[in-house]
C-alpha cells in the first residue's frame, strides 16, 4: 500500500510558475502510473495529468497542454507537475494519485486507488 504526500502549493499571481511534488512510500514506486488531478470549489474532480511507470509516456489534459508538464524520479520516489503560465482558472486543490499498472497509463479518476490530501492551488489575477 502506498501513501502519498503532496507539496509545493501556493499563491501565485497569474503567469507565474509552480512545481508540485508528491512523495510516495510504502509500495514499489516504479510499479505504479502516476497521475495528477485536480478540483476546484462546486466542481467535479478533473484529470490534469498523467504518467507511466518508467516516465516513457505521459498524458495531459488539453486545458493545461503546453503550460503543465508531468515527470517523476523513480530514484526518488517522487512525481513531480511543473505549472507554468498560470490562470486564475488553474485555481483549485491539487491532489497526487496512483495506480499499480505496468505497461499502461491511467487518466481517470476511478482507476486510481490511492491518493494524497491535496495541495492548494491559488491564482491571483
Known amino acids: 500500500q502506498v501513501q502519498l504526500v503532496e507539496s509545493g502549493g501556493g499563491l501565485v499571481q497569474a503567469g507565474g510558475s509552480l512545481r508540485l511534488s508528491c512523495a510516495a512510500s510504502g509500495g514499489t514506486f516504479s510499479r505504479y502510473c502516476m497521475g495528477w488531478f485536480r478540483q476546484a470549489p462546486g466542481k467535479e474532480r478533473e484529470f490534469v495529468g498523467a504518467i507511466n511507470w518508467s516516465g516513457g509516456r505521459t498524458e495531459i489534459a488539453d486545458s493545461v497542454k503546453g503550460r503543465f508538464t508531468i515527470s517523476r524520479d523513480n530514484a526518488k520516489n517522487t512525481v513531480y507537475l511543473q505549472m507554468n503560465s498560470l490562470k486564475p482558472e488553474d485555481t483549485a486543490v491539487y491532489y497526487c494519485?496512483?495506480?499499480?499498472?505496468?505497461?499502461?497509463?491511467?487518466?481517470?479518476?476511478?482507476?486510481?486507488?490511492?491518493w494524497g490530501q491535496g495541495t492548494q492551488v491559488t491564482v491571483a489575477s
Open positions: 494519485a496512483a495506480v499499480p499498472l505496468i505497461g499502461g497509463i491511467a487518466t481517470t479518476p476511478s482507476s486510481f486507488g490511492y
